[in-house]
């Protein structure tokens, strides 16, 4: 029998903001737990808010074997490990003044602006221990901006937004990042007459791909991937990891839902273009006889099952000068895609920018950016960096070749 416990803390400071106003702060803090009991082959588990009774839970677990939830015993040698990631951002008594002094100096140079939505400080501590001797603990917190932005007098709920995440806070960076997109939504531009382009924009494309690399799927032959594990199938340069290490995660715990710590806090899916291992939690990567990536999650009261979290593409260029010569499009605001079962991506883009040398030129009509999963992830795929079109905060800049088709 192998039993573990589980505790995690949050500590969310959240503003609420209104037409470049301060309206009202919540303040969150939740203890969420959890307690698991591993016995022939089957799984019990029982969770609880607030402070913990283990004596409880532990029973409560145990009686819940009889269940019969299949789900494999294993065990790991005696560990320690404590990491304190949580950085001074500012005191919790200037939060307020510091974010509305922000906010009256991003009105006074934006003046055909609104500003609203939220600003947020984010705290968490989580704990996992188990009867083998593993006891690892975390402790990491961010300063979170998500703006919406409403030009005065437009019929729009919102026409723009700004977000990012920090573990720090710097509002110089945060006003020269909000003027330049808004000084480009103002400036508007016509449709782009070539068909394929160079895109600048987030992960998302691969978000559709994702499903497509868990275990599950791939070994019920559902999978776009099928048979290519152990191929190279992408290109070279494109490596997709799993990547908890505290110094390039913020407010992600070390280690995974089951107590995986990967070496070096990092694992591969795709290494150099090859299809390495698939998302998986301990169950799957024993049913399937196949490598635990290490990236298990789980509700407080629930079995583990596959995770994305701590996803990352490994950088490619050391900042997006290197990777875009000449014009490109940054992709700002995009919602509604989808992917076909062979592949295909249709991206619609509500807001996008012309770019170059750094800038934000003007603002695009609407358009959809259109590519297949395979080839953006091979001739398509241009690099990655986190160095780019913002001055503040982590943001990542995927950049690959597409076509896009402009909306009458």
């Avoid at 691969?206 to 559902?222: P, R």
């Avoid at 800049?397 to 402009?406: E, W």
């Amino acid at each position: 029998m192998k039993t573990e416990r589980l505790t995690y803390k949050e500590s969310n400071r959240c503003l609420n903001v209104v037409a470049n106003k301060v309206e009202s702060l919540r303040i969150n803090n939740s203890t969420k737990n959890t307690f698991r009991v591993y016995d022939k082959g089957a799984i019990g588990v029982e969770g609880s808010l607030g402070k913990a009774d283990w004596d409880c839970l532990q029973q409560a677990a145990t009686a819940k074997l009889s269940q019969g939830i299949a789900y494999p015993e294993t065990h790991g040698g005696k560990r320690s490990l404590t990491v304190d990631a949580t950085k001074h951002i500012f005191d919790d008594k200037d939060f307020i003044p510091t974010i509305q002094h922000l906010l009256d100096r991003l009105g006074a140079e934006n003046p055909k602006f609104l500003f609203s939505n939220k600003v947020q400080l984010n705290g968490s501590e989580s704990c996992y221990e188990s009867s083998d001797g593993e006891h690892y603990s975390y402790k990491g917190n961010q300063f979170l901006i998500s703006l919406g932005i409403k030009l005065k007098g437009s019929p729009n709920i919102l026409d723009e937004g700004y977000g990012c995440e920090s573990d720090c806070f710097d509002e110089d960076a945060i006003c020269r990042d909000v003027k330049m997109i808004c000084d480009a939504f103002l400036s508007k531009l016509p449709h782009v007459e070539e068909n394929d382009v160079t895109v600048i924009g987030s992960f998302e494309p691969l978000q559709y791909a994702l499903s497509h690399l868990v275990a599950d799927m791939y070994f019920n032959n559902a999978s776009l991937f099928a048979d290519k594990l152990g191929q190279k199938i992408f290109n070279e340069k494109f490596s997709l990891v799993v990547n908890r290490a505290p110094s390039e995660q913020l407010n992600v715990p070390f280690f995974d839902a089951e107590g995986v710590v990967n070496d070096g806090y990092v694992n591969y899916i795709v290494k150099n273009g090859v299809l390495e291992r698939l998302l998986t939690c301990k169950r799957s990567a024993a049913l399937y006889n196949t490598a635990n990536l290490g990236t298990a999650s789980a509700a407080y009261n629930g079995v583990p099952m596959p995770g994305a979290e701590g996803l990352d593409i490994v950088n490619t260029a050391n900042d997006l000068s290197e990777l875009v010569k000449g014009k490109a499009i940054y992709l700002s605001d995009t919602g509604g895609g989808d992917m076909t079962p062979s592949g295909d991506i249709s991206m619609p883009v509500m807001t996008a920018y012309l770019y170059e040398n750094g800038k934000l030129l003007g603002r695009l009509p609407e358009f959809v950016v259109a590519v297949n999963i395979f080839d953006l992830l091979n001739d398509g795929f241009v690099g990655v960096t986190d160095k780019g079109v913002f001055d503040f905060g982590k943001q990542k800049h995927f950049v690959y070749k597409a076509k896009i088709v402009n909306k009458a």
